[in-house]
């Protein structure tokens, strides 16, 4: 399925909304943390109106876990289906990973061993999910701190094979892929030259902390120089991507957020054009 290139947007935080219905910023798309809106009213659900009769939204999950034994969440797809239906966003997002079992939340995006007994039953959830929400997934690679001794395929070509084998897209966070290479020593060029060319729609990219012998994902840092190198390497492969700026603590002016922004669309537009 084709999806339309939004161009180079922002995540959409409470400390900005201000800014925002006041300036009305040019500024491409949105994309919002689903959890975050799936109430049935009050300021968020409000501005979120307001702003979306405006800007081009996409939505962004943290909470499906995808890779988890527990049963899918049914209250919890109602709900973002409902989101969905209320704004219309241009796709829905979320990431290749578990995050609790025995009904238990850890509040963490946890990686998967590389199996394929995982890959089935990964497939599977991707499957049941589509078909409740009545349109693709896109499914994101996250940064890890460790690995499985049990995975028998590499990290790219695991989402590679669930992208193809479910019909799902691929939300490619370039900061995930540049902090997992160095945590676990592999060629981050590598990860980007196996993923297919025609199941990425989004690119995400967002700062992080070095510390001596690994790196985090804290998204509360401007983006690393050769994260921004490693996204140009990845436009030269893809071409026009949508890209998104990811910001989530010690979060900037909405301004120095927007110019991060605007360094993606001058990368994007120097390495694909304008056209």
Known sequence: MKLPFLGYGVGLRPKHYNHILTKWPEIDFFEIISENYMVDGGRPIDTLEKIRDRYPVVMHGVSLSLGSTDPLDRNYLKKLKNLANKIQPAWISDHLCWAGVGGNHLH????????????????????????????????????????????????????????????SLILLDVNNVYVSAFNHGFDAKEYIQAIPKDRVVQMHLAGHSRHKNYILDTHDH??????????????????????????????????????????????????????
């Open 222 to 275: 401007p983006i690393n120089n050769k994260v921004w190198h490693l996204y140009e390497f990845a436009l030269q492969r893809f071409g026009k991507i949508t890209t998104l700026i990811e910001w989530d603590d010690k979060i900037p002016s909405f301004p120095k957020l927007h110019a991060a922004s605007q360094k993606a669309k001058s990368i994007g537009e120097a390495v694909c054009g304008k056209a």
């Open 108 to 167: 963490d995006l946890l990686p998967l061993p590389y199996t394929q007994e995982v890959l089935r039953h990964v497939v599977k959830r991707i499957k049941q999910v589509q078909d409740y929400l009545e349109r693709p997934l896109v499914i994101e690679n996250v940064s890890s701190y460790m690995n499985f001794k049990e995975s028998s395929m590499s990290e790219w070509d695991f989402i590679t094979a669930v992208a193809e084998e479910s019909d």
